[in-house]
């Protein structure tokens, strides 16, 4: 059992203010949030790095196989195929917990009134199985709507090119289009992104969350979507430091720095089983810490939409407000000491 730091999230933040924010919250419950991670997410994001791990491998194979010519290169196709869709399944698997995790955990620290009150990782299970299903929808609404977005650009790309125009013209209007695609995707992603931890606190309908997702960044779009940026940088930074392994086994094997076993495949020498086994192992850690290291960006979503939140409508400022005239206790003059 651990106990975390009440950390203010109702609270107007700026720019700046937005990346501390994030860090401090990290800080307070780093201990708790990567125990949550690991016993919950980790046993999924495992096998998802395996399967995944597997799969480049069926993939190296059957382009040495193309490579050498050989008829005989839908092989593996069975394989792969079988891969690919467990990969996806597992990916959203894991991906629902992560996100219920991060969204939960917000939830369970936004609603302790005791800052000393115990948490463990048990209480947070319970509470995504119990709301599992809200949290897929969320997951679906996150990664899948913006197909919503592409399928009418999709079609009007297939009918400028059915029209015999100018090439000038035609470059013009397709390079404005695919523009306009870009911003569209992009704004409306930076939208929805709230909606898995609006759809936790405030417990609203997918249509209403939707709308309210919509509402929140009006005139907050740039400001958001450069907060993102930041913090995209950072998560990507961090996650190619667990690369590195398998950047440089992959350049050891191309360099031809390894031994092979005496058997070959089409002619391409294959790997000895330590170094397989390694390789396999890097791809694991490379891809699982990927995943895992979302919860540092649906952290920077959840911190952004109690910042929109407070901007627009005051949640936070009206609670202190109503609670002018009551009596504080020492511990909490002590916080609010520490704050200023």
Not at 51 to 58: C, G, R
């Amino acid at each position: 059992m651990t106990s975390s730091k009440q950390f203010e999230f109702r609270r107007s933040r700026d720019f700046g203010e937005s990346f501390s924010g994030l860090f401090e919250f990290i800080r307070y419950n780093f201990k708790n949030l990567s125990k949550s991670l690991i016993y919950i997410a980790g046993p999924f994001t495992l096998i998802l790095g395996i399967v995944y791990s597997f799969l480049i491998d069926d993939l190296t194979s059957s382009f040495q196989i193309i490579a050498s010519g050989n008829i005989d290169y839908l092989e593996n196709t069975q394989s792969i195929a079988f891969k690919s869709f467990f990969l996806i399944f597992a990916y959203c698997v894991s991906s629902t917990l992560i996100l219920g995790i991060v969204c939960e955990y917000i939830l369970f620290t936004l609603n302790s009134s005791n800052k000393t009150e115990q948490f463990t990782v048990v209480m947070l299970l319970e509470k995504i199985k119990e709301n599992f299903w809200r949290h897929i929808g969320s997951f679906l609404v996150l990664n899948f709507s913006i197909l919503l977005i592409l399928i009418p650009f999709a079609l009007l790309f297939w009918f400028i090119s059915l029209l015999e125009l100018d090439a000038t013209i035609n470059f013009l209007l397709l390079v404005s289009l695919s523009l306009t695609t870009i911003y569209f995707s992009v704004y409306t992603f930076c939208t929805l992104t709230l909606f898995p931890i609006m759809r936790t606190v405030e417990e609203v309908e997918v249509i209403d969350g939707i709308k309210r997702c919509f509402y929140l960044i009006k005139d907050m779009f740039w400001q958001t979507f450069g907060f993102y940026m930041v913090v995209g940088i950072i998560q990507a930074t961090i996650t190619y430091v667990f690369e590195i392994p398998d950047l440089i086994l992959l350049v050891i094997n191309e360099l031809g720095l390894t031994s092979h076993s005496s058997e070959t495949v089409f002619g391409y020498a294959e790997n000895d089983l330590g170094f397989s086994i390694a390789l396999i192992a890097a791809h694991t850690i490379s891809f699982t810490s990927s995943i895992l290291l979302a919860s540092l960006s649906l952290a920077a979503n959840s911190l952004q939409y109690f910042n929109l939140v407070e901007q627009k409508e005051g949640v936070g400022m009206m609670s202190k407000l109503e609670l002018i005239g009551f009596p504080v206790s020492h511990s909490e003059n002590v916080d609010m000491d520490d704050e200023y």
